[in-house]
């Protein structure tokens, strides 16, 4: 059997040897819309993808820089190749992590050009973790922190077509795209 997978838009992508022409926005936006959080142990399905726009959005809301929303969006790429494994069973996983890392950051240096480090890493981190924090306190009651992460924007957590998720993704990619090409 080869080592690739077929994606949505029929490449031929290969997990353990990634070759950055055959990243594609429409193959991470479909895959994300289709793919639950909590590894499907919220009540209500709810995508990596909602997740994704969510944690864009509150960058947007926090007036973060159009490259940062666009990180935010991006963050979760690599599970569109590799699928979305929990939090605790990823820590153990150190393979999967150098695999997630290595094509998450090509994914960043396709799609918004540069790797976020520093500062901005940060940023992104800490909305993601907001956000999954509110997923888990709206879904599960669960709170996963003692203190409330600040939270500037709306989250919306309604079952959404699939469809609609997919096509959200990729206006705010080519939106953050677009601000970012004027502001140069």
């Not at 997923?135 to 203190?147: I, N, Q, R, S, T």
Request: aromatic share 10%; net charge negative.
């Amino acid at each position: 059997m080869k080592d690739c997978i077929t994606t949505y838009t029929k490449k031929q992508f290969n997990t353990f040897d990634p070759q950055e022409e055959t990243i594609c926005i429409e193959d991470i936006a479909h895959a994300l819309s289709m793919m639950t959080r909590a590894n499907g142990h919220f009540p209500e399905f709810f995508s990596v993808g909602q997740h994704c726009i969510q944690c864009c959005r509150e960058a947007i809301a926090r007036n973060y820089v159009p490259q940062t929303a666009l990180a935010c969006l991006l963050h979760d790429g690599s599970e569109a190749y590799l699928a979305d494994v929990t939090r605790p069973v990823k820590k153990n996983m150190t393979m999967y992590l150098q695999i997630e890392e290595q094509l998450q950051n090509m994914i960043y240096h396709k799609l918004l050009g540069y790797l976020p480090v520093g500062e901005e890493a940060e940023l992104v981190g800490n909305i993601d973790d907001a956000c999954l924090y509110y997923e888990f306190d709206h879904f599960m009651g669960e709170k996963l922190a003692e203190e409330e992460p600040v939270m500037m924007s709306e989250p919306d957590y309604k079952v959404r077509p699939m469809k609609d998720v997919e096509e959200e993704f990729l206006k705010l990619f080519h939106q953050l795209q677009k601000e970012i090409t004027e502001d140069e």
